[in-house]
């Protein structure tokens, strides 16, 4: 049984390997050689594989004009996923990228039929706090998907035509008019930036989870039948595992208390990590003599997303774990209090955004 992806679902994805035998998706180790900065995501495979993510960086060593898109649905507040991404967009630009970022609200509202009023704020929360983790707000587009121009929006009428049902419903399974336009929707979100009337960019790289993928694969068919019509090219895309919750499932704001937001209050935090599902054994004593599994832990996947970028300290985390050494109350505790600092600055600077009017100048609000 092959895995099947759904980018509309909630699940984890636990086997990654299959990943690039069944759907072709690259290792990302060629990759990592041509960074010119080798970031830890990468070395530590949180971001495993990608599409031609190799042309992409060739074209940004050559100095062509490359840019990067993602997009965040606003379905709930911002938590440590989408952190994640704000970090690695905060690399891309370092590297000379731009960047484009879609606030999916007309996704939320036909797929998971959010209100308007919710998405809306969602949305500006999600950019506040990507300018807040490091983003360069002069040198990033965030936009709304129902705020985008007729240019954007012919796109998705184009693609219609040349798409069919069967094709689709091999790529996604079951489907309703609601997801057929959402797809839709997410293909002019990556192929948009290559009309000229939105900088004619022709290097696309769409760093997302491999949730996502099949939304990738449907778009760069897309951009095959349209090379000549409109001049596309294929987007190259990079995969990132997600930061598990803290039950090990995917981190999700429809599970609060397995989530960390960025605005959580500390005491919130205290009681999430302290409560967390680790890779702990029964009783201290046999965690003594067995140690730990970190393979297992979500207080582990914190040490290694976010709170050891050194990789000695990180190295020290798993070996004192797996040799008995580390309990797990300590462990937490340590990783509680590493949590809280980076939270606590984060929240100072979210402040300061907000405070500062910094929003209004970045992005137009949709109106109802
Ligand atoms: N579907 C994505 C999600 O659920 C959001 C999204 C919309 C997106 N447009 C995009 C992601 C373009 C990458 C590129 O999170
Ligand atoms: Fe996880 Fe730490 Fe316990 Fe090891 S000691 S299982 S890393 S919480």
Redesign the pocket.
């Known amino acids: 049984m092959g895995i099947k992806l759904d980018?509309?679902g909630h699940l984890s994805i636990s086997d990654y390997e299959k990943l690039f035998t069944q759907f072709g998706i690259e290792p990302i180790d060629s990759v990592i050689e041509k960074l010119p900065v080798k970031h830890y995501f990468f070395t530590r495979k949180i971001v495993f594989g990608h599409r031609d993510m190799e042309k992409w960086l060739d074209a940004l060593k050559c100095g062509e004009k490359v840019v990067v898109?993602?997009?965040?649905?606003p379905s709930g507040h911002t938590h440590l996923g989408h952190l994640m991404v704000f970090e690695e967009l905060k690399y891309l630009q370092q590297l000379n990228a731009h960047i484009h970022v879609?606030i999916?609200d007309a996704?939320a509202y036909v797929v998971r039929r959010l209100s308007r009023r919710r998405a809306i704020k969602y949305g500006l929360e999600y950019i506040a706090h990507a300018i807040a983790w490091g983003l360069d707000p002069d040198r990033t587009i965030f936009y709304f998907?129902t705020n985008q121009s007729t240019d954007y929006y012919r796109l998705i009428q184009l693609f219609s035509r040349k798409t069919s049902l069967a094709e689709m419903e091999a790529i996604y399974g079951e489907l309703s008019p609601a997801k057929i336009v959402?797809a839709l929707?997410?293909a002019a979100?990556?192929l948009h930036p290559q009309l000229s009337s939105y900088g004619g960019y022709k290097y696309v790289l769409?760093?997302?989870?491999a949730d996502?993928d099949p939304?990738i694969r449907l778009t760069r068919d897309i951009a095959d039948r349209f090379s000549t019509e409109l001049g596309l090219e294929r987007p190259a895309s990079m995969y990132h595992k997600f930061i598990t919750g803290l039950d090990g499932n995917k981190m999700s704001s429809s599970r609060p208390e397995y989530a960390i937001f960025l605005l959580d209050d500390e005491e919130s935090v205290k009681r999430k990590v302290l409560n967390a599902l680790t890779g702990g054994r029964a009783t201290a004593e046999e965690q003594r003599k067995l140690g730990g599994q970190p393979g297992k832990c979500s207080i582990y996947q914190l040490y290694m997303y976010l709170l050891s970028i050194d990789n000695k300290e990180l190295l020290e985390v798993y070996n004192s774990c797996t040799s008995g050494k580390l309990l797990c109350g300590e462990c937490k505790r340590k990783a509680y209090e590493k949590l809280a600092k980076v939270l606590s600055e984060h929240k100072k600077k979210y402040k300061k955004v907000v405070e500062t009017g910094v929003l209004e100048k970045v992005v137009e609000k949709p109106s109802f």
């Open positions: 980018p509309w898109l993602t997009g965040f649905m879609a999916a996704e998907q959402a929707t997410q979100d990556i769409v760093p997302v989870g996502q939304h």
